[in-house]
């Protein structure tokens, strides 16, 4: 991974800024894959839409930040400044409350997010983790996922076929990944299939 410039960025609701960096190329050497679409690659940092500002307490869209300058990764400049940070699922859930959703793309990244987040507890084996006040919130977060995919996008099938399975609704998941038709997504819908008609609704890694 080769790192690109420092963006410096301005909160769009104060004077705070931060610095936000870029790459210059990566690649998805080491990279994992998960049933629910995430990819976990250290050679190839995700983006950040979306993070919170402590000076002003407001959650905002990256893309909505000015950025005002920009300075070498190693440079000595803006060393005062703190690196824009992602989102912990806790904030994830606050902001879906808080932030302005723009579209129905804004409200199904929040929710996707979400399911993202929780999910890692399963992915470092830390389910025991969870918060009481998460548990008592996630059921009703992730029906309301399910209303936000796309059938018309195998994409969006293949992860509303995965997150039915989750949930142990293996009838409604296989149905759901039986309408995809692309044959990109041929191996990872058997796989999940797989997993499906054994009803093992455990969140795993891809082996395809």
């Known amino acids: 991974m080769l790192p690109g410039p420092n963006e410096i ?19 998805t050497i ?8 995430k ?34 990764p190693d440079s000595h400049k803006y060393l005062d400044l703190d690196y824009l940070k992602a989102l912990t699922l806790e904030q994830y ?6 932030i302005e959703i723009r579209s129905d793309q804004d409200e199904f990244y929040l929710m996707r ?34 209303n936000n995919f796309y059938e018309e996008n195998d994409d969006h099938l293949l992860m509303k076929g995965e997150l039915l399975r989750e949930l142990g609704q293996f009838k409604a998941a296989e149905k759901t990944l039986n309408k995809i038709s692309n044959p990109e997504y041929k191996e990872v ?19 395809i």
Do not use: H
């Open 9 to 27: 960025i301005q909160c769009p609701y104060c004077d705070q800024k931060f610095k936000k960096s870029t790459m210059m190329s990566g690649n």
């Open 30 to 37: 080491g990279a994992k894959f998960w049933t629910d679409g």
């Open 39 to 72: 990819r976990e690659a250290p050679m190839f940092s995700e983006s950040i839409s979306i993070s919170f500002c402590k000076e002003c307490s407001s959650y905002f869209w990256v893309e909505d930040a000015e950025v005002v300058d920009e300075a070498p």
């Open 93 to 98: 859930i606050d902001a879906l409350q808080k």
């Open 113 to 146: 997010q979400i399911w993202w987040k929780y999910n890692d507890y399963y992915r470092e084996d830390k389910d025991a983790e969870i918060p009481q006040d998460i548990k008592k919130v996630i059921p009703d977060l992730l029906d309301r996922l399910l």
């Open 189 to 207: 819908k058997q796989f999940i299939m797989k997993l499906t008609k054994n009803e093992n609704s455990e969140l795993k890694e891809l082996e």
